[in-house]
């Protein structure tokens, strides 16, 4: 075939594919894009002798790294960058404030905690870790800290009573 025939052909490709790409993430359709750009290049360079074949290549390359930047720049105020973009705010962050009504709460391990094993906390037998050290079975526990589904007991001292 031709060499500029195969050179505009791989560059729509190329471009086809990189406004393909943004309806279609994933990157894949992206890197066959790159990889159509550089085979457009090397025709530009075939089809046109070096000097002038670099210098489309070169231009192409500018010409593609500009528009990109461009678009990542107007894209998200555009009308459809707004409609692919969440537009509401949350007017105060939302945490999670209130501390969690099983810290503070004593109960008795029902196995050895070294670090975990099953106590017994409000009548419920759960899976917890100790926050340091070895707990005898049968010891009185108290909860310390809950993260998710950790629940984090040491030994109930005196004072804690």
């Known amino acids: 075939m031709n060499p500029t025939l195969l050179f505009t052909l791989f560059t729509i490709i190329a471009f086809a594919l990189f406004v393909a790409e943004v309806f279609i993430p994933g990157g894949i359709i992206g890197m066959i894009g790159a990889i159509s750009l550089l085979a457009a290049c090397g ?44 537009q509401a705010t ?5 945490t999670d404030k209130a501390p969690n009504p099983l810290i503070g709460v004593h109960g008795t391990a029902e196995t050895d905690l070294r670090p975990s094993g099953f106590a017994r906390i ?29 629940v984090v007991v040491r030994e109930a001292s005196a004072e804690d009573a």
């Open 90 to 94: 949350l007017s105060s962050p939302q």
């Open 122 to 150: 409000n009548g419920q037998k759960m899976d917890v870790v100790t926050a340091r050290g070895y707990v005898e079975k049968g010891s009185d526990v108290l909860v310390t800290e809950v993260h998710g589904s950790r």
């Open 43 to 86: 025709f530009a360079i075939s089809a046109f002798g070096l000097s002038t074949g670099l210098l489309i290549a070169f231009l192409l390359i500018f010409i593609t790294l500009g528009g990109f930047i461009l678009w990542l720049v107007r894209m998200p105020n555009s009308k459809i960058g707004r409609r692919f973009s969440l």
